[in-house]
């Protein structure tokens, strides 16, 4: 089974049938993978297996891909050996399914040495099984005890390589990263987004909103996409994905992950996060890096090990979590940020919304580097895993968005000024935005079309002028400095370079 229109070369079978091979244990079952890192494990309060790993975080200064960075001799041998390498030792290796959309799913083949079981077991957590066999569209190999540490992906080949890493994160970014790809080929595009589904009640009958979210890790992607938004059956606010889809040109959102998420734990509340907490805490989650004490109490509020704690849960328990993965039709684009000069949420046009794609204006987290955890930071797309012209991206979101009529909204999740924007403003605010009870007005300090009244929300406590010191000056000097930043993506359409809100 394979989703693939674009031929993939044949070196993603450049591995013997790991059914035949002798040093394979060809997809074992679920407690099986644990057996492998029992040494390893701290079974938690709740019966689940807690994992420390050396590495904590993606290597992204590390990972080049063949795409964008050209590789060399050196590389190409890195490659080789890694292939060696599962040629030669003790492997586990795991086929699972990536997406359920007809022309966007695909069989990830993953190889690990055995005694980094867990890596797998957390990962088959995240992909579904194959149904069947299949030849391999993508395959990683990843060698956590390699001499040094490089990440090198053939993204043509539909091949990575993780070299001295066991950071769970890499194996999974290693199959979404190829997806992204794969839809951007198609004239698709892949986002780093959580996709959810609201059912309204409108006068005699129901309407159906599609949402997606564009946000780095941390910045309160899955907390809004898992959420409820307070609705009341029978209207329902139904959560697809969590982190990585493609929107496609008729406007359908194909999901990829059909088993569960990869969600961070730091300050997980179960008041704040219900569904998420319920998933987590349920036996069949692997938690990594998370302060698991010798007697199995489980401390989320605690950074013994990183801010960047993961658990990888199964969305059959996620209460939110609907049984399909995929959206049929996207209305809503919403790109989360934390820029304090930015109002709690404010309406796009569809060149605003490419400008606001490609500035990807976020706060650094402790997923990509820690040592930088809560500065400004620009990522296009909120996607640090693009491959190809990121220019070239922001004219392809434009066109998407503008030719499925799609409207587009930068949500503020952090803070106007010094005033906090919390869970429950946001969510206030997505849930009436997708009623349509919202009535706008243009924003005398921003220029940008913002709520004017808002239900059961005060939306007036939060003006930009009001909340902002020295207002005029600080917006001024963004939208200056926005300007430069996009100057510098030369594939851009002048347009949305020029569209600087």
């Known amino acids: 089974m394979s989703g693939s229109e674009t031929t993939v070369p044949t070196s993603v079978g450049v591995l013997p049938d790991p059914v035949e091979a002798e040093n394979v244990v060809y997809d074992p079952p679920m407690d099986r993978l644990r057996e492998f890192s029992r040494e390893l494990e701290t079974t938690t309060e709740f019966g689940s297996p807690s994992y420390v ?51 966007h799913s695909y069989c990830c083949r993953f190889y690990v040495p055995t005694e980094y079981g867990r890596i797998a077991l957390a990962l088959a957590n995240l992909f579904e099984p194959m149904d069947g066999d299949a030849d391999p569209d993508f395959l990683t190999v990843q060698v956590p005890d390699w001499e040094e540490t490089a990440i090198r992906v053939l993204p043509d080949a539909g091949i990575t390589t993780v070299l001295g890493s066991d950071y769970t994160g890499e194996a999974k970014k290693s199959f979404l990263r190829l997806f992204m790809y794969r839809a951007k080929q198609r004239g698709g595009l892949g986002l780093h987004a959580g996709s959810k589904r609201v059912d309204l009640q409108q006068g005699d009958g129901t309407e159906t909103v599609g949402q997606l979210f564009l946000g780095l890790s941390a910045t309160g992607k899955s907390t809004l996409t898992a959420h409820g938004l307070g609705l009341d059956e029978p209207e329902r606010a139904t959560m697809l994905q969590d982190d990585v889809v493609a929107l496609l040109p008729d406007g359908t959102v194909a999901g990829s992950e059909g088993n569960g998420l990869y969600v961070k734990t730091i300050g997980l509340d179960p008041a704040e996060q ?22 199995g109490s489980v401390d989320f509020d605690s950074d013994e090990y990183t801010t960047n704690g993961r658990a990888a849960i199964r969305r059959e328990h996620l209460p939110s979590a609907g049984e399909e993965i995929d959206l049929g039709r996207v209305d809503q684009v919403f790109f989360i940020t934390r820029n304090p000069t930015m109002p709690p949420v404010a309406r796009l046009s569809s060149t605003e919304a ?45 066109d998407l968005v503008e030719s499925l009529d799609v409207d587009c909204f930068v949500l503020n999740t952090g803070r106007v000024g010094r005033r906090d924007v919390g869970v429950e403003e946001s969510v206030t605010l997505l849930r009436e935005i997708a009623r349509g009870t919202v009535e706008w007005t243009e924003d005398g300090a921003t220029g940008l079309a913002v709520p004017e009244r808002v239900p059961r929300m005060d939306i007036g406590a939060f003006a930009v002028a009001d909340n902002v010191e020295d207002c005029e000056g600080a917006l001024r000097e963004l939208r200056e400095e926005r300007r430069r930043y996009l100057a510098g993506f030369e594939d851009l359409d002048d347009e949305i370079g020029s569209a600087v809100y």
């Open 354 to 398: 490419a400008a606001a794609f490609m500035l990807g204006e976020s706060i650094q987290t402790s997923a990509g580097d820690p040592s930088c955890a809560g500065e400004p930071i620009r990522v296009v797309g909120t996607n640090p895993f693009i491959v190809g012209s990121e220019g070239e991206e922001g004219n392809r979101f434009r």
């Open 274 to 295: 219900p569904a998420v907490y319920e998933a987590v805490t349920h036996e069949s989650a692997v938690l990594e890096n998370v302060d698991v004490a010798g007697d």
């Open 53 to 103: 790993s050396e590495f904590r975080s993606r290597c992204a200064d590390l990972t080049k891909n063949e795409v964008d960075d050209g590789f060399d001799a050196a590389d190409r041998a890195l490659v080789d050996a890694a292939l060696e390498y599962a040629r030669a030792h003790e492997m586990v290796c795991l086929d699972r399914r990536m997406g359920r959309h007809p022309a």
